[in-house]
């Protein structure tokens, strides 16, 4: 149930802040967004990368990959929107390949989350940031307001959707090791994505080394 509720919760703080604050990528934006890199990360690495590998499955690395390679592919839409920043050239209509890029990686990333209580913090805390990112690109859009809001209701929902779809489908059931491994390689591709291009030019950032070393102690004692 948590598994369909906080990732809209989620979604409407990322809003929230976007409209209240105005948010042109500030600084406390990106200390959470290297907060929730590191934090991510370091739930797949204790928890859920063990998890995935004791399943006595062995493609498991092989389905990892794959993850990764989607996520990849996935990136040529969005733009890395899914890591926080949106590239995306506004022309005033509808960004299609964006949003059904979006719309995949929240419906993949969402698969585990039902099963997965610690992961589901790790994507939730992954998900305000670019929420806030998200909403401020769209609001300041020549968009109109049905459109921004279509696009922020369908995105906040694919992510309990893939929860709910995994719980009710007997094929992802089937197959949840290798669901499950997919799911690794593109949380690993994303984080990994985050951090890194939180220190792009390789300043020494004590308050950012703070946050991603809170980030990786709270994910070891959850
Ligand atoms: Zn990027
Ligand atoms: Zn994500």
């Known amino acids: 149930m948590l598994a369909i ?3 809209i919760i989620a979604v409407l703080i990322g809003l929230t802040f976007a409209v209240i604050f105005k948010p042109a990528v500030n600084n406390g934006i990106k200390l959470l967004l290297s907060f929730s890199g590191a934090f991510l990360l370091s739930v ?3 928890e859920f990368l063990p ?3 004791s399943s006595n499955n062995s493609n498991i690395g092989i389905f990892i990959m794959l993850g990764l390679l989607i996520q ?4 040529f839409g969005s733009k890395g929107a899914e890591h926080g920043h949106v590239h995306h ?3 005033g209509t509808f960004p299609i390949l964006l949003f059904i890029s979006l719309c995949l990686h929240s419906l993949i990333e969402g698969f585990p989350l039902a099963e997965n209580q610690d992961l589901l913090y790790g994507v939730i805390v992954h998900k305000i940031p670019i929420a806030v990112i998200l909403s ?3 609001l300041n859009s020549k968009m109109s307001t049905i ?3 279509i696009f922020l209701i369908i995105f906040a929902c694919m992510t309990p959707l893939g929860a709910f779809l995994k719980t009710q489908s007997s094929l992802l059931e089937t197959y949840s090791s290798e669901v499950n491994a997919l799911v690794v390689g593109v949380l690993l591709h994303v984080s990994t994505t985050i951090l890194f291009e939180s220190s792009k030019n390789h300043q020494f950032n004590a308050t950012k080394l703070g946050v991603i070393l809170i980030g990786i102690i709270i994910a070891y004692f959850l």
């Open 44 to 46: 797949v690495i204790f």
């Open 5 to 7: 509720i906080l990732p």
């Open 89 to 91: 050239k506004d022309e």
């Open 136 to 138: 401020a690109f769209l």
């Open 147 to 149: 459109q921004t809001s």
């Open 51 to 53: 998890e995935v590998y």
């Open 72 to 75: 990849i592919i996935l990136e």
